[in-house]
């Protein structure tokens, strides 16, 4: 499978496992390289957690921090400023902090 660049950092251990998982050297990089895996190009958590294939693992023994991080939607990103309270804000991204080093 031809490849390119490497994929975006926040994005990075969830496309390695996924690597790991299909025994690919590298993610496609390019829209043509990509244009078979269309399927994988979401921002959809419950999804790329699936493709991971550390569901059971993730959900079993750190449902908490699942749960905080899997309210994100894609469509958020477009919020006004002030929509999530910073305590909230701070509980999500500490929450995504740790299931991206237990991944």
């Known amino acids: 499978m031809p490849v390119s660049r490497t994929p975006r950092r926040s994005s990075r251990p969830a496309v390695a496992r996924i690597c790991r998982i299909l025994n ?3 993610f496609p990089g390019t829209g043509s390289e ?3 895996y269309r ?3 979401t921002h959809e958590l419950d999804v790329l957690l699936r ?3 550390q569901e059971a693992r993730i959900k079993q023994n750190h449902f908490p921090l699942w749960n905080a991080v899997a309210i994100w939607k894609v469509e958020s990103r477009y919020n006004v400023v002030g929509t999530v309270q910073q305590p909230d804000a701070t509980a999500m ?3 995504a902090e740790e299931l991206v080093a237990i991944l």
């Open 51 to 53: 493709l991971s294939g």
């Open 39 to 41: 399927s994988f190009q």
């Open 24 to 26: 690919w050297t590298e």
């Open 34 to 36: 990509f244009q078979a």
């Open 93 to 95: 991204i500490q929450a």
